[in-house]
């Protein structure tokens, strides 16, 4: 595994040149807690509202977006993934897409 500051980032990276699945990955880490009032894996079951998605590709999805260092280890969103999916985007957003 490497280090985070090994990772290479693309300053340019726009919401629109990243897959969907990683756009919703990014979208919901932005804007929600995953854990709240009981409810486990907020982050998910709201994507998966808005778009077809399965746990593995979610999961899929976080592990290439670390290695873009786009969210970190522990699935917090970097400076970068915050800089590639900015407000006021929200997993709405995605619906377009």
């Known amino acids: ?13 726009k919401i629109d040149d990243i897959p969907k699945i990683e756009a919703a ?4 880490t ?5 854990t709240y009032a ?5 982050r998910y ?12 590709e979610w999961e899929a999805a976080k592990s290439s977006l ?3 260092g786009l969210l970190q280890r ?7 993934g915050t800089n590639v ?3 006021p985007l929200t997993l709405d957003w995605l619906e377009g897409k």
């Open 45 to 56: 079951t709201e994507a998966s509202e808005v778009i077809d998605i399965t746990p593995a």
């Open 85 to 87: 999916a900015p407000y």
């Open 1 to 13: 595994m490497k280090h985070f500051t090994e990772f290479t980032v693309n300053e340019t990276l």
């Open 30 to 34: 932005r804007s929600l807690r995953n």
């Open 74 to 80: 522990n699935g917090v969103i970097t400076k970068a």
């Open 38 to 42: 009981g409810k486990k894996n907020i």
């Open 66 to 68: 670390i290695e873009q």
């Open 25 to 28: 990955v990014l979208l919901a």
